[in-house]
């Protein structure tokens, strides 16, 4: 198993930047694939962006496509999303989650382990 912790949440005016992390306890974090959800109240979870093992894939939502990457360190267990020229609707909790599956990277039901979430705010 793997335990997820995300950090690097808060209030940012748009425009600005914001970047998140996420650390994996364990010793097989190349094993996962890593991904970005985020939750806007009253809505559902969205994919934001997943990583492959090896960082050599990545994969990003349309809507944050030019403004939002990620990246990850196997040898410190993290995995990072920075969020440059945030909007008022990039607003959620943002998931970090981890899968040693073969599904598809976009899909929450792909993956297997889930953070607590952290609060992103972007004021207009």
């Known amino acids: 198993q793997v335990q997820l912790v995300e950090s690097g949440g808060g209030l940012v005016q748009a425009g600005g930047s914001l970047a998140l992390s996420c650390a994996a306890s364990g010793r097989t974090f190349n094993k996962y694939y890593m991904g970005w959800f985020r939750q806007a109240t009253g809505k559902e979870r969205d994919f934001v962006a997943a990583?492959?093992?090896?960082?050599?894939?990545?994969y990003s939502a349309d809507s944050v496509k030019g403004r939002f990457t990620i990246s990850r360190d196997n040898a410190k267990n993290t995995v990072s999303l920075q969020m440059n020229s945030l909007k008022p609707e990039d607003t959620a909790v943002y998931y970090c989650?981890?899968?040693?599956?073969?599904?598809?990277?976009?899909?929450?039901?792909?993956?297997?382990?889930w953070g607590q979430g952290t609060q992103v705010t972007v004021s207009s």
């Open positions: 990583i492959s093992w090896t960082g050599v894939s990545t």
């Open positions: 989650a981890a899968t040693t599956g073969w599904g598809n990277p976009v899909r929450e039901s792909s993956y297997n382990y």
